[in-house]
């Protein structure tokens, strides 16, 4: 492939890695074990926030999985080399993340026992079920499309089959939008705006999450990365940042403009206690402000500063995931319009939700599975970048 | 072919006599036939029962002779009104020798319904 | 033959006839309490029609009646079923106060249909949706779709359920429409138990039935009429 050496892990810290991810994933195991001995009581969902943590962590991985994709993408696609150079670790990354992503969801399921029923008794109307084709097709172009960087005798078919990732990857995260657009009833979701939300959301996080594998790999493996790189990187994730705060602004604000909906964006954006608290200074000041801040500053931003910023980046995404799914949850669903309503299954309350600790675990054991998988690729495989000293596009 | 009946008829006695002793020994409740004999049952019951669930649940055709209910009427312990109570219950017995796991009492009662009326009717 | 011979014996069948006639119901209900083999009809429509005006506050009777049937606990906290609740609504302009019971409004286009993703949920021919656990893999994408929060995830393991009513940990539940008690003939416990006769129970497809005549004649409405789901649930003084 090249006059590179092949990728090498120090042994020791591969195995510590490995050990760590490991424990973690066993941890998540753990939880699975509970919650299914003793039912979801164990956990903080409940009739009212019928999904919870694990669903945040899933949404993260398996939207962030298909936005890694974006550095392929413009390699393959848009013919630029130094994104080219990093297409099988995006590849690799996007996997792994998409198969973290799945586990937890799968694990989180009342019957996990029974998944195969998704497969033998097909709902053609549930896009739950269009994502069981859309996810496990993902899995199998990614890797075609890793092979067809692999192997040098297909490399022909590198380009269509980057090209079909590109289109697969644009079907799935609308596919994963389409899951809260379908709900016709709930205030929180059933708009059209959701799909192309999650898209650009998913430029940013995918990248972000990139650039922090990235910085890993090149510290553990004691390379360095090109400067210029790294500033090309860091402009495209203040694009993406901006790009997604757009969307959410344009989500917030055609909410605000209908009057049956003001009162669950007040809710959200003003007084329903931690929801707003996590999107201001969460999702807002911490996952946009800060990170544009450091990307955008006069002055350079070097490989820590771009790290600060990515890693601010994901913690916004958990933020703003946890507002749009539990706070979405959280507020009362309008079965009245116009009335004043109680009951004893919460009609008209606000609803609440504790998460547990496992639910905590299981969601972290998702993370270590994308991270394990990641960690033993990277050794296994020659996919670190290598980039040519001087960039000519 | 002579050493081949031998060595069948070998590899056979000790199958027979495994077979003898360990084989389950469930208690038939009641008992009876009203489906198909005994060996066809062993054999097919779980396709009659998982036919009879789609049908039954799904068109609502209830054919009341299928029914797991009907066959728990019959078929559970005179002493506990269980199909799966005790290690040697009717469903039990066989499905713990075959190791196979029942997944129907997650949801279904396996009490005989006649005495489950009877204890909740208060 | 002589006279009183004769008189004795018409005297006989027309006296066998009617104990036929009198007991022939009982024999036929006998026979159809175990359920009938023909599947449901498309022809049916199942139904309720819910008079607001005669539901009392604070009552829940029907609430009681629905828990016996089903097995439920009749516990209330975040995590228990509910299959079936009571109300209190009021207007907030008018200050007008009605109390209702909300359970599954047996949709003609259930949502929960539309995004189960193993087809779990389904709608039987004669409009009854129901959760076939056997398929339910408890996703709850459904209590997500559902616009009436009528349905409930059972999160801890159940013991001891009604032989009629299986339950199971792990997979989503909601009111049957107690479909078992439907297919034998009888009506759905709320409705039976319901001391202002407030729940009337038919079909709506049967022009002649009780609860068509009555809501050709009487003001009714669906909840949430906009979303187009048609319910078989209506409610009349809302």
Known sequence: ?393 | ?122 | MSDIDLYRRTFLKTSLGAAAVAIAPGMLLFDTAHGKPQPASGKVRWGMLIDTTQCKSGCDDCVTACNRENGLSGATSATDSQWIRKIEIKDISSGRELSLPMMCQHCEHPPCVDVCPTTASFKRADGIVLVDKHRCIGCRYCMMACPYKARSFVHEPLHDQNPDVPRGKGTVEACTLCVHRIDQGLQPACAEACPNQAILFGDLNDTDSEISKKIRSVASVQIRANLGLNTGIRYRGL
């Open chain 1, 1 to 393: 492939m090249s006059a590179y050496p092949p990728m090498y892990f120090k042994n020791r810290l591969y195995y510590v890695l490995l050990a760590a991810g490991g424990l973690i994933a066993l941890a998540g195991l753990y939880a699975v074990y509970m919650m299914e001995h003793h039912g979801h009581i164990i956990t903080g969902m409940n009739n009212q926030i019928v999904w919870g943590i694990p669903h945040v962590f899933a949404i993260f991985l398996i939207v962030a999985a298909s936005g890694v994709l974006n550095v392929a993408s413009i390699g393959s696609v848009f013919g630029k080399a130094v994104y080219k150079a990093r297409a099988p670790l995006a590849g690799l990354l996007s996997i792994a993340m998409l198969a973290g992503g799945l586990t937890v969801l799968m694990l989180d399921l009342g019957r996990p026992d029974r998944i195969i029923i998704a497969a033998t008794n097909y709902n053609i109307t549930s896009v739950f079920a269009w994502n069981i084709v859309l996810y496990s097709g993902m899995f199998t172009l990614v890797a075609i499309y890793l092979w067809t960087m692999m192997e040098r005798r297909m490399n022909p078919w590198n380009k269509p089959a980057g090209f079909t990732v590109f289109a697969w990857r644009f079907i799935l995260t609308t596919g994963t939008g389409l899951i809260f657009a379908f709900l016709t009833a709930r205030q929180a979701y059933g708009s059209a705006l959701l799909p192309p939300m999650f898209i650009v959301l998913s430029f940013a996080w995918g990248l972000a999450v990139f650039l922090v594998a990235q910085a890993a790999l090149y510290a553990w493996n004691e390379k360095e990365l090109d400067p210029a790189i790294l500033q090309r990187t860091k402009n495209l994730l203040g694009v993406f940042v901006i790009g997604s705060l757009y969307m959410v602004t344009a989500y917030h604000m055609t909410n605000l403009y209908f009057a049956h909906l003001s009162g669950f964006e007040r809710f959200i954006l003003l007084d329903g206690g931690i929801y707003p608290n996590l999107f201001w200074w969460g999702y807002f000041l911490l996952g946009n402000l800060l990170p544009l801040a450091l990307i955008y500053w006069p002055g350079p931003c070097r490989a820590p500063c771009v790290l600060a910023a990515s890693l601010l980046v994901i913690l916004g995404a958990f933020m703003l995931l946890y507002v749009f799914i539990i706070g979405g949850q959280a507020y009362p669903l309008d079965i009245f319009p116009g009335h004043e309503v109680s009951s004893s299954f919460g009609d008209g309350q606000i609803a609440a939700y504790h998460p547990s600790l496992l639910e905590f675990l299981l969601g972290f054991g998702g993370l270590a599975i994308a991270f394990i998988i990641t960690i033993t690729g990277m050794r296994v495989f020659n996919f670190m970048p290598q980039d040519k000293p001087h960039i000519a596009d």
């Open chain 2, 1 to 122: 072919m002579k050493l081949f009946a031998s060595l069948l008829l070998c590899l056979c006695i000790p199958a027979a006599w495994a077979a003898g002793t360990n084989a389950p020994k469930p208690d038939i409740g009641k008992g009876g036939q009203c489906v198909e004999d005994v060996q066809w049952m062993r054999k097919n019951h779980m396709h009659l029962l998982k036919h009879q669930r789609d049908e039954a649940l799904r068109k609502g055709a209830r054919d009341e002779k299928l029914s797991l209910k009907n066959c728990i009427e019959c078929h559970a312990s005179t002493r506990d009104d269980s199909v799966i109570a005790r290690d040697d219950s009717f469903c039990v017995a066989c499905h713990r020798y075959e190791a196979v796991k029942i997944d129907c009492f997650e949801c279904h009662s396996g009490k005989r319904k006649s005495a489950w009326s009877q204890r909740n009717a208060k």
